[in-house]
C-alpha cells in the first residue's frame, strides 16, 4: 500500500488557488530565482562541471542496475556495524514496524530531522495515532508543522511563506512577539528545540546516501538539527528508499560534489555527516541502538518497468527552481509529497497513474528540467509516457475524449476536412482582433486567459501545394 495520497480538492482548483495567491507568486519568484542564479555559479566554478554530471549519471544507472547486489551488501555492511535493518514493501510495513519499535521501547517522543521518505509514507500521522509525540527540527520543517502544511518544496519545505508570515505564526503558536526578523525568529524556534533533543527517546532521519561498502549513512543538512537528532536520542531511525544507494565512499564523492551546488548554490551544505552503526563502547556520544528502514513503496516495480530513469533523482530540487509551472502554482498545488517535474514523474510511478494523471500535464515539456538535472533525467521524456499511459487507461477530459474522436472523423473524411478548415479558418478571422485571437470559448478560453493564439491559415496546405505546383 503506498502512502501517496491526492488531494481531496480537485487539481485544477489547486491550480487557481495558487495562481490567486500573490504573495505565494511574490516568494516563489524571489526564492527560486536566488537558487537557479546560485546554482549556475556553483557550477561555473566547479572543474568540468559537465563530466562530474556525466560520471554521476553513470553511477546511478550502474547502481540501480545492480541494485539487488547493493542492497544486500549495504545490509550485511550495516548489520556487521551493529546496525539492525527491516525491508518494508509499503508505507504500511515501514510505519508499524518503527511505531512498534517505539511501543516495545517505551517512547513517547520522537524528534525528527528533514525526511521526504518520511512524508511520503505517512510517518508522522501513523507514530501520533499510537500516542508518540512527534517533533520536527529542521527549521522549515518545524514551521509547516507548526502550521499544519505540507512541504510545498524538496529543500526549503516553507518556501511559500515569507518572514512576515512565519512570526504571525510564532506568535499564534508560542505566544512570542510579532516579529520578521530572520534572526529572532530562528532563535525562538532554537529555543523551543533544544530541550525536545534533551528529552526525544528517538530520532528519525531520512538518508540522502546510503554506501554499500561500509553500511556508512550520509545525511547533508544546512542545520545542527541533524546531528542532534542522530547522537542525542537513544534510538537512530533512519528511513532510506532502495534506491538511494551509492557502491562506495568514491562514489558519495562524486554525488556530494553534485548535490548542493544543485539544490542552493552552495560548494557543500554545512553539515555531511557519515554515520556507521550505533555507538561503540568507549564512544562518548551517539544512539545505543541504529535501525535502519528500507523502504520499497513502489519503487521496484518502478525500476522494472519504463520510468525507472526517475529513480535516479538525488532530491536536489533543481528542476523545480527551473520549472516555469512550479515557479507559478508552487509545490501544494500538485497534491502531492513531491512537487514540480520530478514530482509529476515520481508520484504517479509510486502511487498509480489512476490517482494522479493530471501531474504529468502539469508541464510546458520546455526541457529546462532535463538541462538542470545533475544527473540528467529526461523528465520531458517520461511526462509523456505517463500521458501516454494515462490517456490509454482513458484518464482524459470528456471534451479531449470527444473532441479527438471528432477530429479522428473527419480527418478520415478529406472533402469534409478542407470544408470544416475552411469554415474555421474563415470563423476564427472573424472573431479574431487583427492576427491574433483575444479570446475563444471554453475550454480553449483556458489557453487565451493568459496568452493570444493566432488564427487558421487564409489557405490550407493542400490548396497552397497545388497553387504551388501550378
Known amino acids: 500500500m503506498s502512502g501517496l495520497r491526492p488531494s481531496g480538492r480537485p487539481f485544477n482548483v489547486r491550480v487557481h488557488d495558487a495562481l490567486n495567491d500573490d504573495q505565494l507568486r511574490a516568494a516563489l519568484t524571489t526564492v527560486t530565482a536566488r537558487f537557479t542564479a546560485a546554482r549556475l555559479n556553483a557550477l561555473v566554478a566547479l572543474p568540468d562541471s559537465d563530466a562530474v554530471r556525466d560520471h554521476a549519471r553513470r553511477i546511478r544507472a550502474h547502481t540501480l542496475r545492480k541494485l539487488d547486489v547493493y542492497l544486500s551488501q549495504f545490509v550485511e555492511s550495516v548489520e556487521a556495524a551493529g546496525g539492525h535493518v527491516f525491508w518494508a514493501r509499503d508505507a504500511q510495513e515501514a510505519n508499524a514496524y518503527v511505531t512498534d519499535l517505539a511501543r516495545e521501547r517505551g517512547v513517547r517522543l520522537v524528534v525528527k530531522s528533514k525526511s521526504m521518505l518520511t512524508e511520503e509514507i505517512g510517518l508522522n500521522?501513523?507514530?501520533?495515532?499510537?500516542?508518540?509525540?512527534?517533533?520536527e527540527s529542521d527549521l522549515a520543517e518545524y514551521i509547516i508543522q507548526l502550521a499544519g502544511e505540507r512541504p510545498s518544496h524538496i529543500v526549503v519545505p516553507a518556501v511559500h511563506k515569507t518572514a512576515k508570515q512565519v512570526g504571525e505564526l510564532f506568535h499564534e503558536?508560542?505566544?512570542t512577539r510579532p516579529t520578521d526578523d530572520p534572526a529572532a525568529l530562528n532563535a525562538t524556534a532554537r529555543s523551543n528545540l533544544r530541550e525536545t533533543f534533551l528529552r526525544a527517546d528517538m530520532g528519525i532521519t531520512g538518508v540522502n546516501f546510503g554506501v554499500a561498502e561500509s553500511g556508512t549513512i550520509c545525511l547533508v543538512t544546512n542545520e545542527g538539527n541533524g546531528r542532534l537528532v542522530t547522537s542525542v536520542p537513544r534510538l537512530h531511525v533512519a528511513m532510506m528508499g532502495i534506491e538511494?544507494?551509492?557502491?562506495?565512499?568514491?562514489?558519495?564523492?562524486?554525488?556530494?560534489?553534485?548535490?548542493a551546488r544543485n539544490a542552493t548554490g552552495q560548494k557543500a551544505t554545512v553539515y555531511t555527516s557519515l554515520l556507521t552503526g550505533p555507538r561503540r563502547p568507549g564512544e562518548p556520544d551517539g544512539p545505543e541502538e541504529l535501525h535502519v528502514?528500507?523502504?520499497?513503496?513502489?519503487?521496484?516495480?518502478?525500476?522494472?518497468?519504463?520510468?525507472?530513469?526517475?529513480?535516479?533523482?538525488?532530491?536536489?530540487?533543481?528542476?523545480?527552481?527551473?520549472?516555469?509551472?512550479?515557479?507559478?502554482i508552487g509545490g501544494h498545488a500538485y497534491g502531492s509529497t513531491y512537487p514540480g517535474p520530478v514530482g509529476a514523474v515520481v508520484t504517479p510511478a509510486l502511487g498509480g497513474v489512476g490517482a494522479w494523471a493530471e501531474l504529468p500535464h502539469a508541464s510546458s515539456l520546455c526541457g529546462v528540467c532535463r538541462e538542470v538535472c545533475p544527473v540528467r533525467i529526461d523528465l520531458p521524456s517520461l511526462l509523456l509516457k505517463l500521458r501516454d499511459e494515462g490517456t490509454r487507461a482513458g484518464h482524459r477530459p470528456l471534451w479531449l475524449a470527444v473532441g479527438l474522436k471528432l477530429y479522428a472523423w473527419a480527418v478520415c473524411r478529406p472533402a469534409l476536412f478542407r470544408l470544416g478548415g475552411r469554415l474555421a479558418s474563415a470563423l476564427t478571422r472573424l472573431v479574431g482582433r487583427g492576427d491574433w485571437l483575444r479570446r475563444l470559448p471554453p475550454p480553449l478560453s483556458a489557453w487565451t486567459a493568459s496568452r493570444d493564439f493566432p488564427p487558421l491559415?487564409?489557405?490550407?496546405?493542400?490548396?497552397a501545394w497545388r497553387e504551388k505546383q501550378k
Do not use: H, S, W
Not at 125 to 135: K, P
Not at 245 to 256: E, F, I, K, N, R
Open 125 to 135: 500521522r501513523a507514530l501520533e495515532a499510537a500516542g508518540v509525540e512527534v517533533a
Open 173 to 175: 503558536k508560542l505566544g
Open 244 to 259: 538511494r544507494l551509492v557502491p562506495g565512499l568514491q562514489d558519495l564523492a562524486v554525488m556530494l560534489q553534485l548535490l
Open 293 to 328: 528502514v528500507l523502504v520499497d513503496n513502489g519503487r521496484t516495480r518502478t525500476l522494472a518497468g519504463e520510468l525507472a530513469e526517475i529513480l535516479y533523482c538525488i532530491r536536489c530540487g533543481a528542476c523545480l527552481n527551473g520549472c516555469p509551472v512550479y515557479r507559478e
Open 457 to 463: 491559415a487564409k489557405q490550407d496546405f493542400v490548396a
